[in-house]
């Protein structure tokens, strides 16, 4: 061991190892909301065979397709470091199992939609009687 081992490292460029700046208090609740999302859109999708989200990569100009879990695992990166890592797509996806976080938004909403107007609202008066036996 020599007494440089210790020494900042000023002489050989600047420590670039801070990383981007943290996430703001809105930006972490936007991952958040995204994460949350992304299990309601995963829950109800999935078993129809859908296996991720597709994003439009702007360093790239292509689509990937990202299953459910690296979905995940980016947003928790991203909660955790400032930034995502690139990761490998899967290897020949097939489009038609992948669907846009609009659609997935979209079909969150029908079924959400849907469930509310299955719910009995109690508004049609008490113990099933109808307006004309009034």
């Known amino acids: 061991m020599t007494p440089f081992d210790d020494a900042p490292g000023a002489d050989f460029g600047p420590d670039d190892r801070s990383g981007p700046p943290p996430l703001t208090m809105e930006e972490r609740a936007g991952v958040l909301d995204d ?29 990937h397709h990202v299953d459910w879990a690296l979905m995940q695992a980016n947003l928790r990166q991203l ?7 690139r990761h490998e797509p899967p290897f020949d996806p097939d489009p038609d199992d992948y669907v846009s976080w609009d659609y997935a938004s979209g079909y969150a909403d029908g079924v959400a939609a849907r469930a509310e107007g299955d719910e009995p609202t109690g508004q049609h008066g008490g113990g099933g009687r109808h307006a004309r036996e009034d």
Request: glycine share 12%; charged share 35%.
């Open 79 to 85: 909660l955790d470091e400032g930034q995502t890592g």
């Open 35 to 63: 994460l949350a999302e992304l299990e309601v859109f995963r829950t109800l999708l999935e078993p129809t065979g859908i296996k991720g989200i597709v994003v439009d990569c702007p360093d790239c100009d292509e689509e």
